[in-house]
């Protein structure tokens, strides 16, 4: 693991995320550049002091020399987004897998160089959008895919959170502090922090690519020095449209992301704040009500639950089902083999690109005077 | 009442409503052009038959020569858009006041000239704007101009119906065929329809202006000969900004009008089909559920209630209270005077004008490539 | 109209219910034993002086006098509980059919002696259990009937309300007081006032009767003299079983009157403050949410909308459908004929010695030490 | 861990909620008496074979000899219900921690053994009474111990399932055979399995203890041979009084734990399938909701969340909870010293007597005529 320290927030969920399982195990980390940190840290989980690493390059390059069945799997990597590129970067070129936060870089030229390597090397890397791990979401792209609700017609996705109403980066909260400074965020404040997570799960569900964005950015509370509130119209490739929000400062809101997908027949309602019920919409017949965990879900879906119905799982499980996805991926990997993507289903390098893409194209819309704004493939 | 004969939708809403409180009665009408039709809608309605006229001009001539305690004392105009200016204007120019269905008129410049007559002659017109007569949408507006939320900052107001996911207007459904006809209709389909009741709820209760527009207007099903569909970023006058949409193709839903607004401190959410429910989320403290009927609402709030709490109320309460503070004014009337429309709150010839100019300025910002057009006071 | 003064509360919603479909005109009442209200009642109904009568007898005498198409075609009897069975009779024996509130009598006496007039004369008496009005009860009826439940199982009806939580009836609030009072409210306190509708609620769904009950009847709040709070175990005649309760002192309810029934292949779940919403749970497959105005629901819920769907009815709508079955009924009403109850659908006065005996049996199960009482037919 | 082999539902469940904090590391078991199936396991849990035992005899005997800081610290007991005792009563017998499945033992006799066992070694013994292991039920448990609510008046718990409505145990469904078999699952069938769950939730957050039951219990499925169904009116020490249901043949249903507890200010409202939400209710106050993870909550919830307010929390993450405070115990332990059960929180063999204990009694009452069984103190 790179990054993760004492005082990390996402640290411990990934941390958490991969124990569930018991088929990962943590043996080794560079978990802070605050001196004595790492090792501190290292303690408070029982590593081996041996393979607690005060930097990252000292970790890979220590690993590297242990036999193949005692050096690590693979890296986690953790830190605030400007240092998901270097150790990610690190890591492939020594060899090992990846599986970063998300957004996969700084910018979307680091994003693309990190493809590039991956392509080259054959190397995994995943990403943590987590919310495409919730089984019920796996449920609703199944859906859609089969054409059960028709061709699509609408996305409404939105992600608001109410934690940034006040100048909360003043008040030394860490967690605010660098997420609203640009220098370790990069271009994007609420729209790279929350706005890419709504696109990708927009994406995901829909099988469409976001094609147009027409969008506001707005810096709500004076003083911070990234936006903290998006939204914006959308136009899909196969003609759908709608409207995606991403905010941080609707007061009261905790981390409610919710989509909801219409197409000819009906459509879907899911929210990640109650995750294991899903809402379907029919045109002239009794609404439905899926649940989590139900024997009549996709194999899709089924395989993503540890419960039975009733038996709520949340954010810690879907963390865990990219985990779970990414290290079956990892287990499969031959050298000079391609990974077939598709099939262990979790976000990978190019989402990671993709998500970039979308912040670079949201800010050159919000400073354009036309209402369209292209997202091209790059 | 003008229009409203036997196969009319909003004809028995209006005289349900009409009935609830007792006040009102129904005692004339012209309720069709279709010949016969009037006649027989009046004796299903136990009228007195001399008081059930074939046209709108005949009906006013004649109650006009009446003695003033026998004769009509208001109009409900409930015909179809296109035929909303006729009758208004001629109720108003044969001294009646009136009470028309929304939208005011089938242009900006036929609202123009009724608010022209309405100043001119003092006679009170009222607009049947239903879904701001529900109290908790008194309440609501009450705590936003109290500051209860702090500065308002953002608006998202909804408005998805799913009825017209289909060509209906080809299967013989007169709701549906009038709507979809440009020259029923006028220039909007559901942004005239449904798009100006949420753009009414939203001004409201928030009591700002919307000032500038970005709008995506779209006819989803091939066929149709007006918008089915639409989404728009919004700005007000305040300087907070927000999405309107008013959809007709969202398969499955209702008739699901909603709004959230955030302010500073916490934000609102309002649901037209859970109408007796608001959910107040507040920056760091418990979510509170408040309840139409409850002691503590607002005397602004209680005075549109009749039942107590948990005894529901629905649309045809929130349609008498218009009519309800209608006739208040009507009963205050005196001819001279000024009526004070604040006092009595309900929605009157200047929302009807605001509509209208909601509807210019939507369909010219679609058909605009610049991001933003201005919505100008007229 | 018998009562229903100015003061009182559940005359207004009498009237209002009736005013709804313009098929019911008030007029003529003996408002209040109150020396003058009953007058001024009259007046703010704007209603012809003459037939604002100080007493029931003398309304009667003189109604009865006037010509057949003049006079009062039927009664409401909107009076405290031990003031329902005199007009009621009176009423009857005079030769008009009765609408009575809710519980039918003061004693099972008194509800026996209605029965037996009501079966000589063939005059028509109706009774305000209001809850059955509404259309997905009707619904919900309909759905157990065909058996798409399979054989019921279980049987959950509450009816918790909490404005009982203090000794209100100190206070002079008039509701309280006489409704704690065992001279104007009979035997039964909560389990007369509400368990009454629980258990009418319960056995109008199932289409089950009641056969044993064992129940518990408590007065929590110190000072009360009658029961307050009561819950109780009861057995079906189809060997169904399940829970019956009614309190008012549930601190913080309103009105929150539920049922769940469940039979071998799903359940059903109603809620009177959301009424227009209801849970279909099936064995294997998804959850249903039937709501009310839908094409799909069975001709008998249909029969009960006024508004399409998404466009809320509520409790003066249910109670509106109750006056209307009442009044269809007594438009079909021809001397020597029976009227066929069934067929009009409202609660009538089998219901009422029903709730009675419901009573009766819970007070006698209460004061037992035996685990079971029989509820015997009477 | 005995049992919880490779077929076993709650073994996993115990695995990943031991999992989750990187607290707990498995290293031995005797998983399955099907030969084969423990050594299957083992393999399967990357354990070294050496430790994986046939018998728990082996295992405790093996793990005694080992130096204590490799030997294993506390067992966990995941064995149906008539295996609880043997292998409790042994790891107590050879010094180790237990930490068993609900009910702790086969009989009231058995649950007293294991009691004084425990007193007289010392030794730590936890029950996973799940659901008092989520954050929102401490904070119920605190609300209702600070007077927040004021006395307790009334409870009512149910837990409906609906997966045992047909004859589920002769269809080879492992988990319906052996709790609907006297011999595995004791005298309780639902009242066991599910009941008491009800029944230790209702204690926990009121603080009250049962004193008297009249029960029925039910065998609804023709051809079971235990009861699948029950309700019962209950008494509290206190006063109050409430319904308890646990049924498993309500069709449809999941696994809906649920309590709603009033006292004379207000209620509380908990559903254990959406379980980071709480409903207050209070006189004349508007509804609160409270939210898992917030800031606003006590520090005794506060201590059993693991991520911040909307991202859920569930049912391994309760399990979770009583693995962390149970192993909190066990680190705190020393020989010779009490354990303050009190300060940990979690549910002991008090908790174990007492679960076993309601089910004599409500079996007792179930046999009765009499309407009040005392649930006495063993």
């Known amino acids: 693991m790179v990054g993760g320290g004492l005082t990390s927030f996402i640290g411990p969920v990934h941390r958490k995320a991969a124990g569930i399982d018991g088929e990962i195990e943590l043996v080794a980390g560079a978990f802070s550049i605050i001196p004595g940190e790492s090792k501190e840290t290292g303690e408070a989980l029982y590593l081996d002091p041996k393979r607690v690493y005060e930097t990252y ?17 693979f890296v986690s990597v953790v830190t605030p987004n400007h240092v998901h590129f270097g150790p990610s970067k690190a890591a492939l070129e020594n060899g090992f897998h990846v599986l970063v936060e998300k957004p996969i870089a700084f910018s979307l030229d680091e994003a ?28 609703a792209r199944k859906m859609v895919s089969e054409g059960k609700l028709g061709e699509i017609r609408k996305v409404y996705v939105e992600y608001p959170q109410g934690w940034l109403s006040t100048l909360l980066e003043k008040s030394g909260n860490m967690q605010a502090s660098w997420r609203t400074d640009p220098k370790q965020s990069g271009m994007g404040g609420a ?10 799960l927009a994406e995901y569900i829909t099988g469409q690519k976001i094609t147009e964005i027409c969008a506001l950015l707005n810096t ?10 998006s939204s914006m119209l959308i136009k899909f ?20 992301l919710n989509i909801r997908v219409y197409g000819e027949k009906g459509g879907i309602e899911w929210r990640q704040m109650e995750p294991n019920t899903m809402i379907v919409k029919w045109l002239g017949k009794p ?3 899926i649940r989590a965990g139900q024997a009549y879900l996709s194999d899709e879906a089924k395989a993503f639950t540890r419960t039975p119905a009733g038996h709520p799982e949340g954010y810690l499980e879907a963390f865990a089902n990219i985990y779970r996805a990414f290290t079956k991926a990892v287990r499969a990997y031959q050298p000079g083999k391609k990974t077939d993507y598709e099939k262990f289903d979790f976000p990978d390098v190019e989402d990671g690109v993709r998500g970039m893409n979308f912040v670079q194209t949201v800010v ?14 790059v």
């Open 287 to 289: 609404m439905e009500v």
């Open 237 to 256: 490739e196969n003609g759908a449209s709608g409207v995606l929000l991403a905010t941080q400062v609707a007061a009261g809101e905790e981390n409610n």
């Open 112 to 139: 693309k160089t990190l493809r590039e390597i991956v392509n080259k090397t054959g190397l995994i890397l995943g990403l943590t959008h987590t919310y495409t791990g919730y089984p019920l979401v796996k449920e």
């Open 191 to 200: 729209i790279g922090d929350i706005g890419t997570h709504a696109a990708n």
């Open 57 to 73: 390059d000292e970790m890979f390059a220590n690993e590297k020399k242990m036999p193949e069945d005692k050096r690590i799997d």
């Open 364 to 377: 050159q819309s919000a400073t354009s005077d036309k209402k369209w704004t292209p997202m091209k493939d």
């Open 220 to 229: 709500v509370v004076k003083g911070r020095h990234l936006d903290d509130d």
